[in-house]
């Protein structure tokens, strides 16, 4: 979640982010054995996912070197800047706003109602609380209670259409 974002990262990070007229959705740093990998799930302004790949790999040369400048990771590190994608991270309170109507799955940081997992139609987000229906339930989970929330992406016919030709 974007407010889980460590505030020394999200303070080195975020401006790049900025700078190249993008917003920072989510910064994510998983420890390991091996490598670590800094997550950087970045969109513009507009919310729309269309983040080209050089947009990302620019954005990417230019975290990497304040990083490695800074030693700001003090382990061999992985980076990995992208857009959020089909399965949309929903990580900011405006990303919720944006996605009432559709399908969404959140996982809570602990049990809520007696179940943390929750796969249904996001039916409304006001004052901090998302409302959602699951199985003709609706439960109300509220934004800090959220570990983990993606969109839920719904292939169509649309989707795999050939282009017609000219």
């Known amino acids: 979640m974007y407010s889980d974002i460590p505030a020394e990262l999200g303070a080195l990070v975020e401006p790049v982010v900025v700078d190249h007229g993008l917003e920072l959705v989510d910064l994510e740093l998983l420890k390991g054995r091996g490598p670590w990998v800094l997550r950087v799930i970045v969109d513009t302004t507009e919310g729309d996912g269309r983040v080209s790949i050089e947009r990302c790999a620019a ?3 230019e975290i990497g070197s304040l990083l490695d400048a800074t030693d700001s990771i003090p382990n061999r ?4 800047v992208s857009s959020p994608g089909l399965d ?3 990580a900011r309170e405006k990303d919720f706003s944006a996605a009432c109507g559709q399908e969404v799955s959140i996982e809570t ?7 943390r997992r929750f796969r249904g139609l996001l039916r409304s987000f006001e004052a901090g609380v998302a ?3 699951v199985d003709k339930t609706e439960f109300e989970i509220p934004f800090g209670e959220i570990g983990r929330a993606n969109l839920i992406y ?3 016919r649309d989707d795999f259409a050939r282009p017609a030709r000219a």
Do not use: K, N, T
């Open 88 to 90: 949309r991270r929903l």
């Open 131 to 133: 409302r959602i229906v």
């Open 109 to 115: 940081r602990r049990p809520l109602g007696g179940r």
């Open 154 to 156: 719904h292939f169509s």
């Open 59 to 61: 954005l990417s040369r």
């Open 77 to 80: 590190y992985q980076l990995e």
